[in-house]
Each structure stands twice: as C-alpha cells, then as structure tokens.
Nanobody, 120 residues
Framework: QVQLVETGGGLVQPGGSLTLSCVASGSIFSVGDMGWYRQAPGEQRVMVATISKGYRINYAESVKGRFTISRDNAKNTISVQMDSLKPEDTAVYYC??????????????WGQGTQVTVSS
C-alpha cells in the first residue's frame, strides 16, 4: 500500500508564489523518478517538472526559470517552488512517483491532485 499526499495548493495573485509538497509513504522498497504534472480545464495532463533519484531535473518549457523542483530521498518527498505565477498556471497539480513496493516490481503512483488558482 503506497500513498502520495500533496499539500500547498491554493489561490494566489498573478506574480505571486506558491510551494507544493508531496510525500510518498507506505510499504515502499525504493522510489525512482518523481515529479509534478498538471491538468487545466479542458486540457490534457502534462508534465511540469520531474526529478530523478539522482537529482536529474527536467522542466516544461513554460515553467523554466519560474519553478524549482527538489527532493529529499531520505523522506521520499518532493517540492516545487512556483514563482512569478501566471493565470495560465491555473490547474490541478498532481504528484507522480515511480515506486518499487516491498515485494513487488516498479509501479506508477499518482496523488489525488491539488488545485492551484492564479487570479486577481
């Protein structure tokens, strides 16, 4: 039983900042890649930022220079600091993790999502 729990969503003004966090917990042997994805109304879910166990990072072009992803391998957590937020950043943000549960093979896990709304 593996669970991803997201925190930090909310309403912010354009130009403001917000930090999201996610922790993977449960019967875990190992955690590989983790990341943040988002889905705006009427659109498909897209990658925002990913970070490997070795801290290799990829960002969507639309967030480069504004978002910063980090992880703590000891705590199986990731965070994304979101600065200079724009209305087009409004979406449900989902935490992702590629996990080896104890006694099993690699599996994809998703959080339930947290709403980020950027509006004046």
């Amino acid at each position: 039983q593996v669970q991803l729990v997201e925190t930090g969503g909310g309403l912010v003004q354009p130009g403001g900042s917000l930090t999201l966090s996610c922790v993977a917990s449960g019967s875990i042997f190992s955690v590989g890649d983790m990341g943040w994805y988002r889905q705006a109304p009427g659109e498909q879910r897209v990658m925002v930022a990913t970070i490997s166990k070795g801290y290799r990072i990829n960002y969507a072009e639309s967030v480069k220079g504004r978002f910063t992803i980090s992880r703590d391998n000891a705590k199986n957590t990731i965070s994304v600091q979101m600065d200079s937020l724009k209305p087009e950043d409004t979406a449900v943000y989902y935490c992702y993790a590629y996990v080896v549960p104890r006694g099993k093979d690699w599996m994809d896990y998703w959080g339930q999502g947290t709403q980020v709304t950027v509006s004046s």
